[in-house]
């Protein structure tokens, strides 16, 4: 079993910045991509930012040039810097992760979803 665990979520004014983590923890060999989604009320899950386990970075084009995803893969842990925050990034964000299990399987694992709210 694999649990993600999602932190720093808020409310924040336009303009500010928020940070996010992802720590995973259980039966970990090592871990491929780790991604951040992100659910706005009746809209689909859409990818936020990923990163691979060589740090190759990929970003939804609304949130380039604000928003910064890194990981330390000693800590099997994600991070998304959230700047220049708009009210339309209010949503709730999920981590997700690709991991590989000590017996080579591959399976993506989800976080439970923490709340970010940016008022105007």
């Known amino acids: 079993q694999v649990q993600l665990v999602e932190s720093g979520g808020g409310l924040v004014q336009a303009g500010g910045s928020l940070r996010l983590s992802c720590a995973a923890s259980g039966s970990i060999s090592s871990i491929n991509v780790m991604g951040w989604y992100r659910q706005a009320p009746g809209n689909q899950r859409k990818l936020v930012a990923a990163?691979?386990?060589?740090?190759?970075?990929n970003y939804a084009d609304s949130v380039k040039g604000r928003f910064t995803i890194s990981r330390d893969n000693a800590k099997n842990t994600v991070y998304l810097q959230m700047n220049s925050l708009k009210p339309e990034d209010t949503a709730v964000y999920y981590c997700n992760a690709n991991v590989i299990g000590p017996f080579g399987w591959s399976m993506d694992y989800w976080g439970e979803g923490t709340l970010v709210t940016v008022s105007s």
């Open positions: 990163i691979t386990s060589g740090d190759s970075t």
